[in-house]
């Protein structure tokens, strides 16, 4: 399979390249970057064979079957569109879109084209929520409450490596986007109660710097969510788990039990990297033939949570 990564020498761009490399039969053919020059020379040095600083010139190959999206948000939806348009199945970062209107329309696309659409809802796949999953499907634990914490420290528009951010990141539509998501996907079902507090907004950026998300689930389990780009200490998203039979510190792919002893997660998943695993199932499941888990279509009701927390927020 031939893959073109757009925003490859971003972050999440080389995050996924490097879990491109650990899949069997898969080729990454073509990179896209803003800057002619250094995406070429980012090429070079992973010898990749072609390289462009717009996706329509990629799009354009006929030695590219699929495209990973790690651009800026607001160009998700148009990209992605643009990449079913073009006859390609597409993988699309968190999150799909910035609002319900374009997550919508993604959706409407892919329905129509038929392609693989998938959204880059990684919790989903990160072997430490795989375990969480994999009890509750089985009836062995009951989910009574998530505890989550997304904390940054960005008081100035940088990315994930320190740099200089050319477009704006977004507490609700961006970072509690996997944890709306997250919750709905363990608990089985769309949140029947949503609300977000937001504190002041950013003077330069105009966005808020922190946020207190609360859900109710059907089943009636509960999640907070505090988010903050104030949180001067580690960063990172961290989950406790508060179930009927034992608590759960999910840490990324690692998994702790309340006491903080590890719990051992061989054998839940073929590699402890959820960038890797979300990209196999996109490859599978485009070889397959199927829906992937965390279709643009299954990940639908977390946007429309979204929309109804910003509404309310307004």
Same mark, same amino acid.
């Given at each position: 399979?031939?893959?073109?990564?757009?925003?490859?020498?971003?972050?999440?761009?080389?995050?996924?390249?490097?879990?491109?490399?650990?899949?069997?039969?898969?080729?990454?053919?073509?990179?896209?970057?803003?800057?002619?020059?250094?995406?070429?020379?980012? /090429?070079?040095?992973?010898?990749?064979?072609?390289?462009?600083?717009?996706?329509?010139?990629?799009? /354009?190959?006929?030695?590219?079957?699929?495209?990973?999206?790690?651009?800026?948000?607001?160009?998700?939806?148009?990209?992605?569109?643009?990449?079913?348009?073009?006859?390609?199945?597409?993988?699309?970062?968190?999150?799909?879109?910035?609002?319900?209107?374009?997550?919508?329309?993604?959706?409407?696309?892919?329905?129509?084209?038929?392609?693989?659409?998938?959204?880059?809802?990684? $919790?989903?796949?990160?072997?430490?929520?795989?375990?969480?999953?994999?009890?509750?499907?089985?009836?062995?634990?009951?989910?009574?409450?998530?505890?989550?914490?997304?904390?940054?420290?960005?008081?100035?528009?940088?990315?994930?490596?320190?740099?200089?951010?050319?477009?704006?990141?977004?507490?609700?539509?961006?970072?509690?986007?996997?944890?709306?998501?997250?919750?709905?996907?363990?608990?089985?079902?769309?949140?029947?109660?949503?609300?977000?507090?937001?504190?002041?907004?950013?003077?330069?950026?105009?966005?808020?710097?922190?946020?207190?998300?609360?859900?109710?689930?059907?089943?009636?389990?509960?999640?907070?969510?505090?988010?903050?780009?104030?949180?001067?200490?580690?960063?990172?998203?961290?989950?406790?788990?508060?179930?009927?039979?034992?608590?759960?510190?999910?840490?990324?792919?690692?998994?702790?039990?309340?006491?903080?002893?590890?719990?051992?997660?061989?054998?839940?998943?073929?590699?402890?990297?959820?960038?890797?695993?979300?990209?196999?199932?996109?490859?599978?499941?485009?070889?397959?033939?199927?829906?992937?888990?965390?279709?643009?279509?299954?990940?639908?009701?977390?946007?429309?949570?979204?929309?109804?927390?910003? $509404?309310?927020?307004?």
């Amino acid at each position: 399979m031939r893959i073109c990564v757009a925003g490859a020498y971003g972050a999440f761009g080389i995050k996924h390249l490097d879990a491109l490399a650990n899949i069997d039969d898969v080729e990454v053919t073509s990179v896209m970057g803003p800057s002619k020059a250094k995406i070429e020379a980012f /090429a070079a040095e992973r010898g990749i064979p072609h390289a462009a600083d717009t996706l329509e010139e990629c799009l /354009a190959r006929e030695d590219v079957d699929a495209v990973i999206l790690a651009t800026p948000t607001q160009m998700h939806a148009a990209q992605s569109i643009a990449c079913m348009e073009a006859g390609k199945h597409v993988l699309v970062e968190i999150p799909m879109a910035d609002s319900l209107a374009d997550s919508l329309a993604v959706v409407e696309k892919q329905r129509e084209t038929g392609l693989v659409a998938m959204a880059g809802q990684v $919790r989903r796949f990160n072997p430490s929520h795989q375990w969480i999953h994999n009890k509750v499907q089985a009836g062995e634990l009951t989910i009574l409450q998530m505890d989550v914490q997304t904390y940054f420290f960005r008081r100035t528009n940088t990315n994930a490596k320190g740099e200089p951010r050319s477009w704006t990141d977004h507490l609700l539509w961006h970072h509690a986007c996997h944890t709306v998501d997250l919750f709905q996907y363990q608990t089985g079902g769309t949140a029947v109660e949503a609300f977000g507090l937001q504190g002041p907004l950013h003077p330069d950026l105009g966005i808020a710097m922190d946020m207190a998300i609360g859900l109710k689930a059907p089943s009636g389990a509960i999640c907070s969510l505090s988010l903050s780009f104030n949180n001067d200490g580690p960063f990172g998203t961290f989950f406790r788990y508060i179930c009927d039979k034992g608590t759960y510190l999910a840490r990324y792919d690692d998994l702790y039990d309340g006491n903080e002893t590890q719990i051992d997660l061989s054998g839940v998943t073929v590699s402890n990297n959820g960038i890797e695993l979300i990209d196999r199932e996109f490859v599978a499941a485009i070889r397959e033939g199927r829906e992937p888990n965390a279709s643009v279509a299954q990940t639908l009701p977390a946007m429309e949570t979204l929309d109804r927390i910003e $509404r309310g927020l307004k």
